[in-house]
């Protein structure tokens, strides 16, 4: 069934600031609190947290307002929670945001581009390795050397330890990673952006004659700007007397150039031949200083044939023109065998 979609955007100034402030305090998170912990097999456990020091105590990652050629020295703690000594790889990599609108680390083994190739970590060792005994903490420094040119806007990745090892057989090595993420503004013009495009609209058929049904919406959200977005997103749906209304609770925040592939459920949708699905997107701008609001829209139209209540209409006129036919049949007069016709 064709649609067709008309995208368009434009900046919103300002959000309220109580949401502003809530939604800047989640987006900063990747655990649930201040220390992030891993479970591996064996019991092995262990966790990660920021040094306390000049860049802020109690910290739940790393984030860092930075210029062109800067460089910035902290520090990860590395606890070891299991009764068994540790060997943990320890590393830098790119963030990135998954076409279902999630927050991932590239998978290791793919060499970083981004903020992941600034980050030199001293592990102490020459294979990049550290040894932490059973109950210990290590602490690991590295360095954020921000190129000359790099662009202006956020930049994500994260500081990776790594445990591998090898299970059954030994045929299969398992890899089991824990991270912190790692947050760099670089200073410059920002510029927060959205996009809304490939809108369709897919009505279901409905059962009941003269109910409501619900309708599918599909639509590609891309973050245009240079600046982390958590998004709220909302599916309107009209035609003729009737609306239908989903979404309006804040998303996962997305990296700038994330592309993510949304899909809608929105229920009481009355099929009236001719619908519209409007979508909205509101991002606000998270990270070190904020940084304001954007807003992004697009529509489609699509069909809503009410079949059902059309196949009822047919029933009714189909029946209303046959039971004068049955009714004309049965007032004709019939005579019996071997009895003349008065007439004759």
């Given at each position: 069934?064709?649609?067709?979609?008309?995208?368009?955007?434009?900046?919103?100034?300002?959000?309220?600031?109580?949401?502003?402030?809530?939604?800047?305090?989640?987006?900063?998170?990747?655990?649930?609190?201040?220390?992030?912990?891993?479970?591996?097999?064996?019991?092995?456990?262990?966790?990660?947290?920021?040094?306390?020091?000049?860049?802020?105590?109690?910290?739940?990652?790393?984030?860092?307002?930075?210029?062109?050629?800067?460089?910035?020295?902290?520090?990860?703690?590395?606890?070891?929670?299991?009764?068994?000594?540790?060997?943990?790889?320890?590393?830098?990599?790119?963030?990135?945001?998954?076409?279902?609108?999630?927050?991932?680390?590239?998978?290791?083994?793919?060499?970083?581009?981004?903020?992941?190739?600034?980050?030199?970590?001293?592990?102490?060792?020459?294979?990049?390795?550290?040894?932490?005994?059973?109950?210990?903490?290590?602490?690991?420094?590295?360095?954020?050397?921000?190129?000359?040119?790099?662009?202006?806007?956020?930049?994500?990745?994260?500081?990776?330890?790594?445990?591998?090892?090898?299970?059954?057989?030994?045929?299969?090595?398992?890899?089991?990673?824990?991270?912190?993420?790692?947050?760099?503004?670089?200073?410059?013009?920002?510029?927060?952006?959205?996009?809304?495009?490939?809108?369709?609209?897919?009505?279901?058929?409905?059962?009941?004659?003269?109910?409501?049904?619900?309708?599918?919406?599909?639509?590609?959200?891309?973050?245009?700007?240079?600046?982390?977005?958590?998004?709220?997103?909302?599916?309107?749906?009209?035609?003729?007397?009737?609306?239908?209304?989903?979404?309006?609770?804040?998303?996962?925040?997305?990296?700038?150039?994330?592309?993510?592939?949304?899909?809608?459920?929105?229920?009481?949708?009355?099929?009236?031949?001719?619908?519209?699905?409007?979508?909205?997107?509101?991002?606000?701008?998270?990270?070190?200083?904020?940084?304001?609001?954007?807003?992004?829209?697009?529509?489609?139209?699509?069909?809503?044939?009410?079949?059902s209540l059309l196949a009822v209409v047919v029933l009714v006129a189909a029946a209303a023109v046959a039971w004068p036919l049955r009714?004309?049949?049965?007032?004709?007069?019939?005579?019996?065998?071997?009895?003349?016709?008065?007439?004759?």
């Amino acid at each position: 069934m064709s649609t067709h979609h008309r995208p368009s955007s434009r900046r919103a100034p300002h959000l309220r600031a109580a949401a502003a402030a809530v939604l800047a305090a989640l987006a900063l998170v990747l655990p649930a609190a201040t220390t992030a912990h891993a479970a591996a097999s064996d019991d092995l456990t262990w966790s990660l947290a920021p040094k306390d020091g000049k860049h802020g105590d109690g910290r739940a990652n790393f984030a860092y307002a930075v210029e062109p050629g800067q460089r910035v020295r902290d520090v990860l703690v590395v606890t070891n929670r299991s009764a068994a000594p540790l060997e943990l790889a320890v590393y830098g990599t790119d963030a990135l945001t998954t076409a279902s609108g999630h927050l991932d680390l590239l998978p290791a083994g793919q060499e970083p581009a981004d903020l992941g190739a600034w980050l030199t970590l001293d592990a102490g060792s020459d294979d990049g390795t550290v040894a932490i005994d059973p109950g210990a903490s290590v602490e690991v420094p590295f360095t954020l050397r921000v190129p000359d040119d790099a662009t202006p806007g956020d930049h994500a990745g994260g500081v990776v330890t790594s445990l591998r090892q090898r299970v059954g057989d030994g045929a299969l090595s398992v890899d089991r990673r824990l991270a912190l993420r790692v947050h760099a503004r670089v200073d410059g013009a920002l510029a927060p952006g959205l996009a809304v495009s490939d809108v369709a609209v897919v009505v279901h058929p409905a059962l009941n004659p003269v109910g409501a049904t619900s309708a599918t919406v599909t639509y590609t959200l891309t973050n245009t700007g240079n600046a982390r977005v958590v998004p709220t997103e909302t599916v309107r749906l009209t035609g003729p007397g009737a609306s239908a209304r989903a979404g309006g609770l804040p998303q996962e925040e997305l990296l700038p150039g994330a592309v993510v592939r949304r899909t809608v459920e929105v229920g009481g949708v009355r099929p009236t031949f001719r619908v519209a699905a409007d979508v909205r997107a509101d991002g606000l701008v998270v990270g070190v200083g904020g940084g304001g609001a954007t807003t992004a829209t697009a529509d489609a139209t699509a069909w809503a044939v009410p079949w059902s209540l059309l196949a009822v209409v047919v029933l009714v006129a189909a029946a209303a023109v046959a039971w004068p036919l049955r009714r004309s049949r049965r007032g004709r007069p019939r005579f019996a065998e071997g009895v003349l016709d008065p007439a004759t």
